[in-house]
């Protein structure tokens, strides 16, 4: 075979053989390229897997914070379970202090008075990177635990809540004064001692406006949660020294002992029970309730008609009482001490009659009374601020209305009426008396002033006509 066959039939093989590489070349780089887009699908199908699966995850990625709690990994109940559980937390330390002088009062923050966008910031963290494509929201996500996101809480507090609560506590601060008052009067102890009192208190007024405005402030502004109270001092309207000044005779008023002189030691003894009675202004004074029933057992001699001794008593305590210019609220007339004082100025107590009077002076009033046996007088005084002072004070009485005698007689059987005979007693007419008081001018005697003071009704007595029981019913 010659060279140039040899030749032909190398170059034939030659490009044979390069066809054969170049299809297998080919074929290689085809089943390589297909298998790179295999590999590239299944890595996208996974990309568009784990981004599916975290977009539709009911739970927040990690490193996901808000007001740094970390929320990562939690539902969306829990993650707001969480932060409620951190608001609360905080309310502990959110606390405003009440301070008056050395006392604090803490009033605290309840959760209940936050106002929160927190299901709104919830909600904005559920979206986040949503709107990145698959590779880019996967990417995130994967870089979100190294690069944390922290979304803050918008809080706001409502103190209106606490509102009540801190007008009361303005309230409880405020402390009314308290005026001076008279504890006792002991008559045995030198002039300068006989009196003791109790001080006067000033008041404290704490306006409950005020202080609600200033805590509410405290609470919005957040500053430093110490609140200094603001007081006014309020001034008792009566010191001691005021008192001082009214340890003047107001009134005074006497009566006749009498002669008998049992009766003399029970009165004697009702001196003693009442001599140092004090009255605060207002106080009303009761027979029934200061002094009560006489008894054997307290001393009294029950065989010396001791309710006498108590109306002699009474009617002199409350005629001094009218001149004090106190106000008689219950009195009952008693016409067997109109041997003492004129008609309308006696008192009659015991049983159900009860001797009232209201001290109206203003002031603290001290009563005395005492029997002087050398005198033979038994003296009521009593001690405070005089009323409508300098005036001269005068009792009188006058006929309001008259009781005119019953018509008809009635006749009453006697057998100390011989027979055949008859005796007649005169009726006696009624009357209701007015009392009133007179302010007068001292130096002049001229009225200044007159007062009511109570009425007494004194019933009418019927003609009386007495005859022997054996003998037959008279005319009238």
Not at 304 to 318: F, V
Not at 330 to 339: F, I, K, L, Q, V
Request: glycine share 4%.
């Amino acid at each position: 075979m010659s060279e140039a066959q040899n030749a032909v039939r190398r170059r034939v093989r030659i490009k044979t053989w390069a066809y054969i590489v170049t299809a297998a070349f080919t074929l290689l780089l085809c089943a390589l390229l297909f298998l790179i887009q295999s590999r590239i699908t299944d890595y996208r199908d996974q990309i568009e897997s784990q981004a599916r699966e975290l977009r539709t995850s009911e739970k927040y990625p990690n490193g996901l914070f808000v007001d740094s709690v970390p929320i990562g990994s939690l539902s969306y109940e829990e993650a707001r379970e969480q932060l409620l559980t951190s608001l609360e937390n905080r309310c502990t330390l959110m606390t405003v202090t009440i301070r008056f002088g050395q006392e604090a009062y803490q009033l605290r923050i309840t959760p209940d008075m936050l106002r929160t966008d927190l299901d709104d910031v919830l909600k904005e963290a559920q979206e986040i990177g949503k709107d990145l494509s698959d590779y880019e929201y996967r990417d995130f996500m994967n870089q979100l635990p190294y690069y944390p996101i922290d979304l803050s809480l918008n809080v706001e507090v409502d103190p209106s809540p606490l509102e009540e609560e801190v007008r009361a506590r303005a309230e409880a601060l405020s402390t009314p004064p308290v005026n001076a008052l008279l504890l006792s009067f002991d008559p045995t102890k030198p002039e300068f001692e006989r009196f003791s009192y109790k001080k006067e208190e000033y008041g404290v007024v704490v306006d409950p406006d005020w202080l609600w405005d200033a805590v509410r402030s405290e609470i919005l502004d957040r500053q430093d949660g110490i609140v200094e109270v603001r007081s006014k001092t309020i001034m008792p309207s009566i010191l001691v020294s005021d008192l001082e000044r009214s340890n003047a005779k107001a009134a005074s008023f006497s009566t006749l002992l009498p002669k008998d002189e049992v009766l003399c030691e029970n009165l004697q003894l009702l001196c003693e029970r009442l001599t140092g009675t004090v009255l605060q202004a207002g106080e009303t004074f009761s027979w029934k309730r200061f002094v009560g029933e006489l008894t054997g057992e307290a001393g009294y001699h029950m065989s010396a008609r001791p309710e006498y001794a108590a109306n002699q008593t009474a009617t002199t305590l409350m005629n001094c009482a009218i001149l004090a210019g106190f106000d008689i609220r219950t009195h009952s007339p008693d016409p067997d001490m109109t041997a003492f004082v004129p008609k309308g100025q006696e008192a009659k107590v015991g049983g159900d009659d009860d001797l009232e009077f209201v001290n109206t002076s203003g002031a603290y009033t001290v009563l005395i009374l005492k029997a002087d046996m050398e005198a033979g007088t038994l003296t009521a005084e009593i001690y405070g601020r005089p009323a409508m002072e300098p005036y001269k004070v005068e009792i009188h009485t006058t006929v309001k209305e008259k009781i005119p005698i019953p018509e008809d007689a009635i006749f009453v059987p006697s057998a100390d009426v011989k027979r055949g005979k008859v005796v007649r007693a005169a009726g006696q007419e009624g009357c209701i008396l007015l009392t009133y008081r007179i302010f007068a001018d001292p130096e002049t005697g001229n009225e200044i002033a007159r007062e009511d003071v109570y009425t007494s009704e004194y019933p009418s007595v019927p003609r009386m006509t007495y005859y022997n029981p054996d003998d037959d019913v008279p005319e009238n």
